[in-house]
């Protein structure tokens, strides 16, 4: 979907337009200005082809729900209005400057204290929303945003879903992000809890050895992997990391979802204190663009 010109996006009038910032399956996103309280916001705006699609306006809806409930949590993106303007559905939140996925692709160099950090505030954030019902279905670096202090917070609920509810798309419909789906995404089946922990794990070993776990030229061959391969050794990548990490990684990308960690944060713990036994903190490997 190619950007919108700025002057084709219509907003109520308290919000003036800034400039385009990047477009989704289901929305654009803009920069705006809240004049009303004088701050810059982000601004998701529902595509206009989708307007009369009524499925999309309810998952468009339910991101909204379901990111608003969570946003008293310090690591998700926080929402400050929703509403409905000539007839398109429009969500405003934070203005966050750059994506964990923006840092990969400059290859800029992610010390393993400021990975294990960004991990623990992804991780916090995943249970908090877990704990409220919410499977994000998601989890990437590009979903992971970052504001001016570096401090992570959890974005895009798009395709989140209310693991009460009943679901907007039918059973077997797959949905994620091909290099970091879980095994039975992959394979069409419901996301779970565990598949959110499932991706953190592929962004934890990405983030730590500056390579995904597993890398094929294709949607399909891509999927294929997670379900069938077993991932690298961490330390095959970066031998200072240890065979510590190696374990705790190995479980957080185990194929049975039984066989993860209970909780995101009881990961990280895990990888944390694995990872204290190492020679000393380095710096991560130049990373691959996510």
């Known amino acids: 979907m190619p950007p919108v010109p700025t002057a084709s996006i219509r907003l109520p009038d308290r919000y003036r337009v800034i400039r385009h910032i990047a477009n989704g399956g289901m929305a654009s996103v803009w920069e705006a200005c809240d004049e009303l309280l004088r701050r810059d916001v982000a601004v998701k705006l529902l595509a206009g082809h989708l307007t009369s699609d009524e499925t999309a306006r309810v998952r468009f809806e339910r991101e909204a729900r ?117 095994p039975e995404q992959a394979l069409g089946e419901p996301a779970t809890t565990a598949s959110d922990r499932y991706a953190l794990a592929v962004v934890a070993f990405q983030l730590l050895t500056g390579q995904k776990p597993f890398r094929a030229e294709h949607f399909a061959a891509q999927a294929r992997a997670h379900i069938e391969e077993p991932p690298p050794a961490a330390s095959s990548k970066r031998p200072e990391l240890g065979t510590g990490a190696d374990e705790v990684l190995k479980r957080g ?38």
């Open 66 to 182: 379901a990111a608003a409930g969570l946003s008293g949590h310090p690591h998700v993106v926080t929402i400050f209005d929703i509403g409905e303007f000539e007839g398109r559905s429009f969500i405003v939140m934070e203005r966050m400057e750059r994506s964990v996925a923006d840092v990969l692709a400059v290859g800029e160099e992610i010390v393993v204290d400021r990975a294990l950090r960004w991990l623990r505030e992804a991780g916090s954030a995943l249970d908090a929303a877990h704990e409220a019902g919410i499977v994000h279905r998601d989890i990437k670096p590009a979903n992971m945003l970052l504001d001016r202090r570096d401090r992570l917070a959890l974005a895009d609920f798009g395709i989140a879903r209310l693991a009460y509810e009943d679901q907007v798309t039918a059973t077997g419909t797959l949905l994620g992000s091909s290099s970091y789906i879980s």
């Open 253 to 290: 990308m185990a194929k049975d979802p039984g066989q993860r960690w209970a909780t995101a944060t009881e990961f990280v713990d895990a990888l944390i204190a694995a990872l204290r036994q190492r020679p000393a903190p380095t710096p991560a490997a130049a990373p691959a663009p996510a």
